[in-house]
């Protein structure tokens, strides 16, 4: 039963590949700011690769 206290998340980066709790959502931060430099250096196809990957990370971290 406690083991399901413990969520490890894959990230499909092979830098970053597995993520737990406050480093998870650190993670998803930088990958945030990223997605609004590229954004705003006209980048929109990258910002909305990034902005995908933050729903799959958000996602799998609810476990949804």
Same mark, same amino acid.
């Given at each position: 039963m406690y083991e399901r206290d413990y969520l490890d998340v894959g990230t499909g980066d092979d830098e970053t590949? *597995? !993520?737990?709790? +406050?480093? !998870?959502?650190? *993670?998803?931060?930088? !990958?945030? +700011?990223?997605? +609004?430099t590229v954004a705003g250096d006209l980048e929109f196809e990258e910002a909305a690769r990034l902005r995908d990957e933050i729903k799959r990370l958000e996602a799998r971290e609810l476990g949804v």
């Open positions: 590949a *597995h !993520l737990v709790g +406050k480093d !998870l959502r650190s *993670h998803i931060r930088d !990958l945030e +700011k990223r997605m +609004k």
